[in-house]
């Protein structure tokens, strides 16, 4: 009995040490996009997703813009325009956005 309670320990720590390194790993290749109002950012080109049907092609865009980010919210969506000042009417996730750098 006694060896068997010693085994579940070593199990149990073993078990802490995986799931922090599987924290480390996933935290290190996660990293959260944060974007301020004022920000020029390209869009992911949604016809190229399966979900819309629509698909071109393999030389269709895979991110279209440059758009400007003109509100943030909380939870990670945010309002962008085009670059002549129009709004688009939805919100874009921040995973579904990266940084233009012109």
Excluded: C
Aim: charged residues 30%.
């Amino acid at each position: 009995m006694d060896s068997l309670d010693e085994k579940r320990i070593k199990v149990i720590k073993h078990q802490k040490v995986y799931h922090a390194k599987l924290k480390r790993a996933f935290r290190k290749k996660n990293k959260a996009k944060e974007f301020k109002v004022g920000d020029l950012v390209l869009k992911e080109n949604i016809n190229k997703t399966i979900a819309n049907k629509e698909i071109k092609g393999k030389f269709e865009p895979n991110w279209s813009g440059p758009y400007v980010v003109i509100d943030a919210t909380g939870s990670g969506a945010y309002r962008l325009s085009s670059m002549d000042g129009k709004a688009k009417p939805n919100t874009f996730h921040a995973i579904h956005i990266k940084h233009f750098y012109a």
